[in-house]
């Protein structure tokens, strides 16, 4: 905190980032990150390296963020009901979304847009992990649908939308992978992928191609699955792939928890230790390496810049890290690694915290860790 003129307390740097809350990293600029840490919308400014922020207008725990056109966002809150609303940190304006009477579950786990923006997706959680869609233009609940016939153990963990019909949508999750079609008012339909769905595999990711009918899907074993509506047309080893590449690659954690489609291919994390930068043709060229992994160190989001310049993650362990392509030194050169912009965060909520301002030192410690960071040098 620092004192303006008027010696007013000014808020002025945030540690910290809430990687519990799902879609909760993106860009609101070309160099600009955006994340939650409490309260607070953090824009941080990767050139200049400093912060600003946007209060959240929501008092309720947010578990889910989507990131619209103009920086507009989805804010999913818990409660008694859960709840949506359409904020825009430009003006402070937001706009709740009808509650589904139907939704049995608190809170939502995944939220987003449609690409054009017609459509907002929520997937409800447990006990019913109940899907709901609404109509922007029309300003209306289009459609509630409830999963039948779900495998013990279950559960649903996101969303895609195709970006050439937004009534298609596939979703993913632990021993869970169906296609949702929305055929008129107030119906949608159902195709489950049983078969696939009794493998036992966790599909943690969809991607929609440049194709009305193909997506893919990154699943628990290290494997990219492509589908053509619901038929399995090739299945991709990134884990074979990463070893063309590195001698040594981690097998203990083989998850393909996130999928991004870019202009020439696409990229995707792998386990604990990396992200696979892939061309059209999944051919394997470039390995994006997190520094110092570990077994908490799993790749939970992936976005970049609407240039394409920008990529970052954040991991598991609460670390926010970014690569650009500015960082290139030789075209030839088949890895490199991402820089850290925020570093370990606790997991488990903090019980106690202290500052020694002689020396910049802030300590802080949950049930399970200690940190301890120096301002002086951040």
Same mark, same amino acid.
């Given at each position: ?92 304006? !937001? ?7 139907? #939704? ?33 233009? *029309? ?18 963990? !996101? ?34 992928? @049983? ?8 599909? @943690? ?34 884990? !074979? ?28 994390? @792998? ?7 892939? *061309?059209?043709?999944?051919?394997? @060229? ?69 500052? #020694? ?14 940190? #301890? ?6």
């Amino acid at each position: 905190m620092t004192k303006d003129n008027g010696n007013v307390l000014k808020l002025s740097a945030i540690f910290g980032f809430q990687q519990a809350v799902r879609g909760g990293l993106g860009f609101s600029g070309p160099n600009t990150l955006f994340h939650l840490a409490g309260r607070m919308g953090v824009h941080y400014k990767l050139k200049a390296k400093y912060q600003q922020f946007t209060p959240l207008p929501e008092e309720n725990e947010v578990t889910a963020v989507g990131f619209g056109a103009n920086n507009v966002l989805i804010l999913a809150t818990k409660g008694k009901k859960a709840s949506i609303v359409i904020f825009d940190p430009k003006t402070n304006q !937001k706009r709740n979304l009808k509650r589904p009477e139907k #939704i049995v579950s608190n809170h939502y786990v995944w939220v987003s847009f449609s690409e054009d923006c017609d459509r907002v997706g929520g997937q409800g959680g447990a006990p019913d992990w109940a899907f709901a869609l609404w109509h922007m233009e *029309k300003k209306r609940l289009e459609a509630v649908i409830h999963p039948f016939r779900m495998e013990p153990n279950a559960k649903v963990y !996101k969303f895609g939308f195709c970006p050439f019909d937004s009534s298609r949508i596939f979703v993913v999750g632990r021993y869970f992978l169906r296609l949702y079609r929305c055929k008129d008012e107030q119906r949608m339909i159902e195709i489950a992928l @049983h078969d696939h769905e009794r493998t036992e595999r966790t599909f @943690h990711c969809v991607a929609w191609m440049r194709s009305p009918d193909r997506a893919m899907i990154g699943t628990s074993d290290g494997n990219i699955l492509i589908f053509q509506n619901i038929t399995l047309l090739r299945e991709v080893s990134v884990t !074979k792939e990463l070893t063309r590449i590195q001698r040594s690659v981690n097998v203990e954690d083989k998850n393909v928890t996130c999928i991004l489609l870019t202009s020439d291919g696409l990229m995707c994390s @792998h386990g604990t230790t990396s992200v696979l930068c892939f *061309k059209e043709d999944f051919k394997l @060229h470039k390995v994006l390496n997190i520094p110092q992994s570990s077994r908490e160190s799993r790749v939970v989001q992936l976005a970049m810049n609407l240039q394409e310049s920008i990529f970052t993650v954040a991991t598991r362990d609460g670390r926010i890290m970014y690569y650009s392509l500015a960082f290139r030194s030789d075209e030839k050169d088949c890895e490199d690694d991402f820089r850290v912009v925020q570093d370990y965060q606790h997991t488990r909520a903090v019980i106690c915290a202290d500052t #020694i301002r002689s020396v910049s030192l802030q300590v802080a410690c949950s049930d399970t860790t200690i940190t #301890i960071r120096d301002f002086s040098s951040r």
